[in-house]
């Protein structure tokens, strides 16, 4: 099992910036498929991107695309989303989740992310 722990959320206003970390416990970190995810109040969870199990790309979501980043910091055990351009539609729980069993099974707490207009 992997030991999920994000932060870095907060309250910001369209157009401005926010980090998220999420750090990795529990597995070798270099071994850890990880993913971000977000969930908007009454909406559903919602994948949002992932670095690629090879090869060094990513993938997003089209509601973020050319605004989010994910990068990783294997000596620290921490990926990381970079979100600028933010617009209000992007306020939500943002998640890390770590690929286990063949699915997304090991889930930090989440931290709220809110953009004001």
């Known amino acids: 099992q992997v030991q999920l722990v994000e932060s870095g959320g907060g309250l910001v206003q369209a157009g401005g910036s926010l980090r998220l970390s999420c750090t990795a416990s529990g597995r070798t970190f270099s071994t850890v498929a990880m993913a971000w995810f977000r969930q908007a109040p009454g909406k559903e969870r919602e994948f949002v991107g992932r670095r690629a199990w090879s090869g060094g790309g990513t993938y997003y979501a089209d509601s973020v695309k050319g605004r989010f980043t994910i990068s990783r910091d294997n000596a620290k055990n921490t990926e990381y989303l970079q979100m600028n351009s933010l617009k209000p539609e992007d306020t939500a729980v943002y998640y890390c989740?770590?690929?286990?069993?063949?699915?997304?099974?090991?889930w930090g707490q989440g931290t709220q992310v809110t953009v004001s207009s």
């Open positions: 989740a770590a690929w286990r069993g063949a699915r997304w099974s090991d």
